[in-house]
T-cell receptor, first 113, second 109 residues
Framework: DAGVTQSPTHLIKTRGQHVTLRCSPISGHKSVSWYQQVLGQGPQFIFQYYEKEERGRGNFPDRFSARQFPNYSSELNVNALLLGDSALYLC????????????FGDGTRLSIL | GQNIDQPTEMTATEGAIVQINCTYQTSGFNGLFWYQQHAGEAPTFLSYNVLDGLEEKGRFSSFLSRSKGYSYLLLKELQMKDSASYLCAVRATGRKLQFGAGTQVVVTP
C-alpha cells in the first residue's frame, strides 16, 4: 500500500508569493495533520483535519490555511511568504484511534529567496 | 501549553546501549510517541506509551512515568544505521502532537 504522499518535493519561491502544498493520506486514514520543521528542530504542529473539519490549529499566523477534501487529501496554503517560512513541511495521516501513530510523508522542502 | 526537553546530541559506539531521556510538562496527557528521523527523510514511528511501564520492540524499548513526566528510549546493540535524530512527541487532549527538538545520536565504529 502507498504511504503518505506529498507534492511537490521541492519548491523555491520569493518573498510575498503564495504556495500550495498537497498531501494524500494512507488509504483508510481520515485524519491529516500538517507540520513545519526547520533545520535542527522538531516538527511544529500547524493544522489537523478530520472528516474535512479543522480539529486543531497551532500557533501560526492567518497567512497559513488548509483544507481537506472529500477523498481525505489535503492542501496547505501559505500567503505572503516570508524568509522565515523556509522549512520542511510535513504531512501526516492517522487512523485517529487512541493508540495509532501518525505516519509521515517525505515532506515538501520550501525555500524562500 | 507543553514543554518537552531532550538532550541535543549523544554519541555511542557500535554494539553499545544508549538511553535518550525525555521530560515533558503538559496540560492533558494522551500518550507519548518516539520517532526516528534520518537526515533529509520523514520521521518514522518507533514506539508508543500511554500507561506507565516499559514497552519492548526488538532492539528498541521505551519507558514512561506519567507521574514524573518522564520517558526514555533505549537503543540496544547499536548499529551504524541507528545514527539519526530521535524525536519525543507528546499527544495532549485533542490528539495533536507536540514534538521535542530531537536528540541526534551518532554511532561510531
Amino acid at each position: 500500500d502507498a504511504g503518505v504522499t506529498q507534492s511537490p518535493t521541492h519548491l523555491i519561491k520569493t518573498r510575498g508569493q503564495h504556495v500550495t502544498l498537497r498531501c494524500s493520506p494512507i488509504s483508510g486514514h481520515k485524519s491529516v495533520s500538517w507540520y513545519q520543521q526547520v533545520l535542527g528542530q522538531g516538527p511544529q504542529f500547524i493544522f489537523q483535519y478530520y472528516e474535512k473539519e479543522e480539529r486543531g490549529r497551532g500557533n501560526f499566523p492567518d497567512r497559513f490555511s488548509a483544507r481537506q477534501f472529500p477523498n481525505y487529501s489535503s492542501e496547505l496554503n501559505v500567503n505572503a511568504l516570508l524568509l522565515g517560512d523556509s522549512a520542511l513541511y510535513l504531512c501526516a495521516s492517522t487512523l485517529d484511534r487512541e493508540n495509532q501513530p501518525q505516519h509521515f510523508g517525505d515532506g515538501t522542502r520550501l525555500s524562500i529567496l | 501549553g507543553q514543554n518537552i526537553d531532550q538532550p541535543t546530541e549523544m554519541t555511542a559506539t557500535e554494539g553499545a546501549i544508549v538511553q535518550i531521556n525525555c521530560t515533558y510538562q503538559t496540560s492533558g496527557f494522551n500518550g507519548l510517541f518516539w520517532y526516528q528521523q534520518h537526515a533529509g527523510e520523514a520521521p518514522t514511528f518507533l514506539s508508543y506509551n500511554v500507561l506507565d511501564g516499559l514497552e519492548e520492540k526488538g532492539r528498541f524499548s521505551s519507558f514512561l512515568s506519567r507521574s514524573k513526566g518522564y520517558s526514555y528510549l533505549l537503543l540496544k546493540e547499536l548499529q551504524m544505521k541507528d545514527s539519526a535524530s530521535y524525536l519525543c512527541a507528546v499527544r495532549a487532549t485533542g490528539r495533536k502532537l507536540q514534538f521535542g527538538a530531537g536528540t541526534q545520536v551518532v554511532v561510531t565504529p
